[in-house]
């Protein structure tokens, strides 16, 4: 494709990274636990733990998993557990030990959870005792051989450790009985491993790093292979895309809502936060809003990830506007558009505009961003350094400046490919190691790029293109709505009609008053015929709403 300057880069950053310096994301742990050894590294439920006690955790669970089940160079380690310090102390053990880690939702179901499992051929699980019985279920059609139990409490100080377990297995009965014959504890593995010696293991950029299964809302979930190699340079590529955003911070101090095993904030927090030594303070439980705003009005943070539900759920969250954002330097929105009308009361209360960025589980997952002191426009941004990206017809030709097509992107960071899947790995990628992303987006004359919708979203009216992105947006202005939803419906004359799927924050909002809101704002052909009301929309883990299921209904 044409070369497209770009012209409104954050200052002192290049359009190329270097290699970086860590042949694995082994090394760029083992690297901060060196240098940053009295850093706190991970906070939650008022524990904290420092790079020192990460290195030393980390290497007591890498001594259990090599030594106590003979685990080797390569085999899969499958991860279920939400935001709790557990989490990187198995993710830090699994690379030092030289395995792959397999990512796992422990919302899965038991059906989601047997594929998970059975595709990855993961042989070993650490897993939240409250999922357990899930586990239970479908072990025995899986390759499983080792089951590492854990609860909530388990890393948190004495007494809180032992209360927060006593109430969610007696009081809560948040702990489903299982039986998994030969499970160990999380506590027992640290133990048995702390009397071993880790051999070491030779990894590099070329090896796998995790199996990340995509989310499944367009078809059977896959796992995209993304190596050492991949998470290594993604990690570079954001921190080059900083600039000067965090001189004279010391430490940076992450709030980590979206959960680690999701692509978003395992490498935009997880990984990017430990690589320069920050603190991540872990939400295990975001979607209690009350406690969540409890929680982060306890820090002095400059750094959070989220997506627009997050972000339109804080702000109507009482005491939200009363949080301290005097140390807040960079709020990233990403995983879905974020729209104008909560972006600009995001930064209206917090004095900072929403960051919106865009990737995917196949490109590690970091691309687009936009600038980091720059005003929300709605665009995704600009390739970050090292990244090329290019809109694409059905042909897989460029496109003019300005046109409408399939946004492309090329770089250090794109997926070895799926697992096992090489006719799904032929399927999105094109010559020269271009990946269809499957967004349809336009690129401006400057480079940036702007996501009209998910090429399987779009919505087919009387031979208009629909955007469901758009008809949201106006929806979503209206007083007395809080989020919604827009997908086509089978019409007879004109193939597909609008329909809006939302939630009200006022019962006085009527359906006409939907209807005559989207005659005010927008066309014909975009206008919804049909309006239903909600408590709740279906979402992802991370707070996507997923217009499959609507449609599925």
Known sequence: MEKIWLKSYPPGVPEQVPAPKFRSIREMVEHSFQEYPDNPAYTNMGTTISYRDLDELSMQFACYLQKNLDMTRGERVAIMLPNILQYPVAMCGAFRAGLVVVNVNPLYTARELKHQLSDSGAKCVVILENFAHILDEVIDETDVEHVITTGVGDLLKFPKNLLVNFMLRHVKRAVP???????????????????????????????????????????????????????????????????????????????????????????????????????????????????????????????????????????????????????????????????????????????????????????????????????????????????????????????????????????????????????????????GGWLRTGDIGRMDENGFIYIEDRKKDMILVSGFNVYPNEVENVVVEMDGILEAAAIGVADEKSGEVVKIFAVRTSDDVTEQDVIDYCRDNLTGYKRPKMVEFRNELPKTNVGKILRRALRDE
Request: proline letters at 5%; one cysteine or more.
């Open 177 to 431: 009985a299982f039986k998994l014959e030969g499970s160990v504890s999380f506590r027992h593995a640290l133990h048995a491993g702390s009397n071993e010696q880790l051999s070491h293991v030779e990894i590099g950029l070329a090896d796998i790093a995790y199996l990340q299964y995509t989310g499944g809302t367009t078809g059977v979930s896959k796992g995209a292979m993304l190596s050492h190699r991949n998470m290594v340079y993604n990690v570079e590529q954001s921190m080059r895309w900083q600039g000067e955003a965090y001189d004279g911070v010391e430490p940076m101090v992450a709030i980590t809502a979206l959960p680690l095993y999701h692509i978003f904030s395992l490498q935009g927090n997880c990984l990017l936060v430990m690589a320069q030594g920050g603190l991540n303070v872990l939400i295990t439980n975001p979607r209690d809003m009350p406690g969540f705003v409890k929680e982060i009005s306890k820090f002095r943070f400059n750094l959070l990830t989220g997506v627009n539900t997050m972000f339109a759920g804080l702000l109507n969250t009482p005491g939200f506007n009363d949080i301290d954002f005097g140390a807040l330097r960079v709020v990233v929105g990403g995983g879905m558009a974020v729209q104008p009308a909560v972006a600009r009361e995001w930064e209206s209360v917090t004095g900072k505009p929403i960051v919106q960025g865009y990737g995917l589980t196949e490109t590690s997952p970091a691309a687009v961003c936009n600038t980091i002191d720059g005003e929300f426009t709605g665009s995704i941004g600009l390739p970050i350094p090292s990244t090329e990206a290019m809109i694409a017809a059905d042909d897989g030709n460029v496109l003019p400046v300005g046109e409408i097509g399939e946004i492309c992107l090329k770089g250090p960071q794109v997926m070895e490919g799926y697992w096992q899947r090489p006719a799904d790995t032929a399927e999105v990628m094109l010559p």
